[in-house]
T-cell receptor
């Protein structure tokens, strides 16, 4: 398997612009997670899905952030409008439903908002 | 709230020597998994080792082993015969409240010196 795929790997945008991050989980994995990593706050869970349904979005910082999972092989995290404080590395991870809890991470997207 | 504490922000070790990274956690669950993840400079999050709380035997993966003390809620990672490629951030993590959500520590930056 190719592992979790994220795109783009790097994104530079201006404040106020819309940003869309994309993720393809490992085939057969029923859980998908979006994380944000910064020096100040470490690794934070933003939202996670089970069988394409959002289960917990309590980590989404504000209404500017939204996430969707239209099918089992694709998810997006959108920021609109973006702000400089959104600059971070965003990770997508997936795991099996078996209760193993092991999560496999994608390579991350480094977002810079100027 | 369940927490994970890594008390060593940075550590260094000489190549071929052994180093132990500490992790303590707090949970009211009786059975759970514990994980150590590695994040090298490439920023890819990689699972190093996992431990099931109900297993008394400490997990081992090649040069990596854990010292799991359930009563003390301690889960340390021992790296034997350290290699330059072990240089990375190491994160301890466990599922929150028996859910699929992983709680991560702040990480320990390990540098292996030649």
């Amino acid at each position: 398997d190719a592992g979790v795929i994220q795109s783009p790997r790097h994104e530079v945008t201006e404040m106020g612009q819309e940003v869309t991050l994309r993720c393809k989980p490992i085939s057969g994995h029923d859980y998908l997670f979006w994380y944000r990593q910064t020096m100040m706050r470490g690794l934070e869970l933003l939202i996670y899905f089970n069988n394409n349904v959002p289960i917990d979005d309590s980590g989404m910082p504000e209404d500017r952030f939204s996430a969707k999972m239209p099918n089992a092989s694709f998810s997006t995290l959108k920021i609109q409008p973006s702000e400089p404080r959104d600059s971070a590395v965003y990770f997508c991870a997936s795991s099996l439903v078996s209760g193993v809890y092991e999560q496999y991470f994608g390579p991350g997207t480094r977002l810079t908002v100027t | 709230a369940q927490t994970v504490t890594q008390s060593q922000p940075e550590m260094s070790v000489q190549e071929a020597e052994t180093v132990t990274l500490s992790c303590t956690y707090d949970t009211s669950e009786s059975n759970y998994y514990l994980f150590w993840y590695k994040q090298p400079p490439s920023r890819q999050m990689i699972l190093v080792i996992r431990q099931e709380a109900y297993k008394q035997q400490n997990a081992t993966e090649n040069r990596f082993s854990v010292n799991f003390q359930k009563a003390a809620k301690s889960f340390s990672l021992k790296i034997s015969d350290s290699q330059l490629g072990d240089t990375a951030m190491y994160f301890c993590a466990f599922p929150e409240g028996g859910s699929e959500k992983l709680v991560f520590g702040k990480g320990t930056k390990l540098t292996v010196n030649p």
